[in-house]
């Protein structure tokens, strides 16, 4: 395998606080070696061993990949007209999933792959080299079982989602609906995740509902992830906590005993600022997880209705200017806390025998993600040794 060094990195963010300086284990003009799919070197530059090729990152910050543990990109449709009604005033309700569920069970296999495809290069351009995405538009046993397996060609990373929302189909019968999603619809699409999810929500499932939704994926093999606490204070969290989810996603609206229960867990916070940015709510309270000692992540929570955005840093803007996160805690939210946030140890860290996964910087530092929102300064992306970007 042909090995790489990066040289002349101004300012290398490892995530690992034995090779450098704090939490993100900074290393001020360092190189990296890679090694075929892994990171082999990290250190001062001038200690670097040889390589058989060497790429010159001009004093330019480097930082692991960003990882997104959170996305929704198997969608058919626009709802343009529903975020303009909500700038115009409109609040934004959960229901409105059931624009993109028609648009989706209508749209062939190729073109569900297709805009899966265009979203996902769209992000890699920006950096994110890891990504997690769920079903959940589709809310038959065909349709969320035809999204998982296009999902999987694409990524690990596949979560089952058929309780997004309570299937149009079956709007006056919600028990029979859980009864499909933790029967057949279940047994249809657990081949293909490695995860189950579920929006525990007013408007969509309840605590009981959501618990005998996990509970029965559990059975089947699949890790549950939860949407809690997005929209009003509710079960979610605590119901997370409880089933040991890998995360517990938006954290919105927390009680005290949410906050303690999130610090006292191995169950991540992922907060998804894109979402309040889109949809004009409350922002979380990432300060008052942190103080509490709860692991936090970010993400982009991409989809068509409540945060079209694929963007990583838009969101560590945003975590830094409206969620009382620093700079460093941000960047390390959206690489090691999504890491962390998919139960992940081989990426969101630049450090031996990680994923060779790098993104470098057109500035000489991770802290102008924050420092220079909207700029897109994502200027070289490796992922798995390659260069893509």
């Known amino acids: 395998m042909t090995t790489t060094v990066i040289r002349n990195i101004g300012s290398l963010v ?5 090779l450098g300086q704090g939490p993100l284990g900074l290393v001020e003009d360092a190189a990296v070696v890679l090694d075929g799919e892994e990171v082999a070197w990290v250190g001062p530059g ?41 700038m115009e005033g409109r609040p934004y309700e959960a229901g409105g999933i059931r624009t993109t569920v028609a648009a989706t069970r209508a749209a062939p296999d190729e073109a569900l792959e297709a805009n899966l ?5 769209e992000a890699l351009r920006q950096g994110t080299t890891t990504f997690e995405t769920k079903s959940g538009y589709g809310l038959t046993t065909e349709d969320e079982a035809r999204a998982l397996r296009i999902a999987r060609r694409h990524t690990d990373e596949v979560t089952f989602l058929g309780a997004h929302i309570v299937s149009p189909d079956f709007a006056a019968d919600p028990a029979a609906y859980v009864a499909l999603v933790t029967g057949e619809m279940l047994d ?56 040991d989810a890998a995360s517990a996603d938006h954290c919105t609206h927390l009680t005290d005993a949410d906050v303690d229960a999130l610090a006292h867990s191995g169950t991540v916070a992922t907060l998804l ?4 940015f889109s949809t004009r709510a409350e922002w979380p309270d990432a300060r008052r997880l942190l103080d509490a000692g709860a692991t936090v992540a970010l993400s982009t929570d991409c ?10 840093p838009f969101c560590v803007a945003l975590a830094v200017r409206d ?18 946030a998919l139960r992940r140890t081989d990426v969101g860290r630049l450090s031996p025998g990680a994923r060779a996964d790098l993104a470098l910087l057109d500035a000489p530092s991770h802290v102008h993600l924050a420092y220079r929102p909207g700029v897109p300064l994502v200027s070289a992306v490796w992922r798995r040794g390659a260069r893509v970007a």
């Not at 495809?117 to 290069?121: E, F, G, I």
């Not at 989809?303 to 990583?312: H, I, K, L, M």
Request: aromatic fraction near 8%.
């Open 323 to 340: 969620m009382g996160m620093t700079p460093d805690e941000a960047v390390w939210a959206a690489t090691a806390g999504g890491a962390a």
């Open 303 to 312: 989809n068509p209705g409540s945060s079209f955005t694929s963007s990583v």
């Open 14 to 18: 490892t995530n690992d606080p034995a």
């Open 46 to 86: 001038a200690q670097a061993p040889a390589a058989d090729e060497a790429y010159d990152a001009e004093g330019r910050a480097a930082l692991p990949g960003f990882v997104d543990s959170h996305s929704h990109l198997l969608f058919a449709g626009d709802r343009t007209q529903e975020f303009n009604a909500r």
């Open 188 to 243: 249809a699409c657990a081949p293909h995740a490695r995860w189950i999810d579920v929006f525990c929500e007013k408007g969509a499932f309840d605590g009981d509902q959501a618990r005998a939704i996990l509970t029965a994926g559990k059975a089947r093999g699949l890790h549950p992830r939860v949407h809690a606490n997005q929209l009003s204070y509710g079960p979610g969290v605590q119901l997370a906590v409880e089933l």
């Open 117 to 121: 495809a265009r979203y996902l290069a």
């Open 273 to 276: 600022p894109g979402a309040e």
